[in-house]
C-alpha cells in the first residue's frame, strides 16, 4: 500500500490541480473535485491513500 501528499494548487470548476508535497516535483496532476474531499480549498493539504482522498 502506497501513499501520497498533495497540495491542492489551484481549483477550476469540478476540477483541482494537486501538487506532490512528498518528492520533489513540479508536476501537477489534474483531479475531479467529486473525488476530493468536498471542504477543499486552494493550499490544503490532502493524502491519497486506498483509492482515497482525505484531508490531513
Same mark, same amino acid.
Request: charged fraction near 30%; aromatic fraction near 10%.
Given at each position: 500500500? =502506497?501513499?501520497?501528499?498533495? =497540495? $491542492? $494548487?489551484?481549483? /477550476?470548476? /469540478? %476540477? *483541482?490541480?494537486? !501538487? !506532490?508535497? /512528498?518528492?520533489?516535483?513540479?508536476? #501537477?496532476?489534474? +483531479? *475531479? !473535485? *467529486? ?5 477543499? +480549498?486552494?493550499?490544503?493539504? +490532502?493524502? %491519497? =491513500?486506498?483509492? #482515497? %482522498? +482525505?484531508?490531513?
Amino acid at each position: 500500500m =502506497e501513499t501520497w501528499y498533495y =497540495e $491542492v $494548487v489551484s481549483i /477550476d470548476g /469540478d %476540477y *483541482a490541480n494537486l !501538487r !506532490r508535497t /512528498d518528492i520533489e516535483s513540479d508536476d #501537477q496532476k489534474l +483531479v *475531479a !473535485r *467529486a473525488l476530493l474531499p468536498p471542504e477543499i +480549498v486552494e493550499g490544503s493539504k +490532502v493524502k %491519497y =491513500e486506498l483509492m #482515497q %482522498y +482525505v484531508m490531513e
